[in-house]
């Protein structure tokens, strides 16, 4: 879902680049009030895990395979805010050393992936959590990877790539099913860490 440069026009990653910069400053001033001092060395180890994870890929369909994106998970353990600030370091190492993702395009890779997929994956989980936590994860963590799609299609379309009519199913179909990788991922990461972190510096 990375996206290249020379697909989006100008003007919309320039507006989904000022989105993207306003609320991962406001992100980090949240996080600095928020976040216990114990967690910080934690936002290091996620990005870490978040950056690894995401080099392992699983089939979809033939010829198609999907990997984790990890906005939501972060989400869950550190909290959305701290979650996009991960989220757009790893896109940015991602696209300035690995040339997964385009530069003049990293504006709108963070805003789909860093802030779309985290605040709107967060915000299913929070509604859903005191109901049946399992659930709340799993659709969360699937809606994680939808969302974005949504986006990502919407912003080609913007930019006269493709109509959305035709670009809008392609896109989010095949990742309605890479969401369900995620959903499973998600959760068994969520599971281990509430089994072996009873006690841990962070909430999940």
């Avoid at 936002?43 to 990997?67: K, R």
């Avoid at 779309?116 to 659930?135: D, Q, W």
């Avoid at 109509?163 to 199913?169: D, E, G, K, R, Y």
Wanted: net charge neutral.
């Amino acid at each position: 879902m990375h996206i290249a440069d020379g697909i989006l026009s100008v003007p919309t990653c320039a507006v989904t680049g000022a989105i993207s910069a306003g609320v991962l400053a406001y992100s980090i001033k949240k996080s600095k009030a928020n976040l216990e001092e114990k967690q910080v060395p934690f936002l290091g180890v996620t990005a870490a895990f978040i950056f690894a994870a995401q080099m392992i890929n699983f089939p979809v369909l033939p010829g198609t395979s999907g990997h984790l994106i990890g906005a939501v998970l972060t989400a869950i353990v550190l909290g959305p805010w701290a979650a996009s600030i991960i989220m757009a370091t790893v896109l940015s190492i991602q696209a300035l050393f690995f040339g997964d993702g385009g530069i003049i395009a990293l504006g709108a890779n963070i805003f789909n992936l860093a802030v779309i997929s985290a605040f709107c994956g967060y915000f299913v989980y929070s509604k859903l959590k005191n109901h049946n936590e399992k659930t709340a994860v799993a659709l969360a963590a699937w809606l994680g990877v939808v969302a974005p799609s949504i986006a990502a299609s919407i912003e080609i379309a913007l930019s006269g790539i493709l109509p959305l009519a035709q670009i809008l199913p392609a896109v989010t179909g095949i990742h309605m099913v890479i969401g369900i990788g995620e959903a499973v991922i998600t959760l068994m990461v969520v599971g281990y860490l509430k089994k072996v972190k009873k006690e841990a510096a962070f909430d999940v």
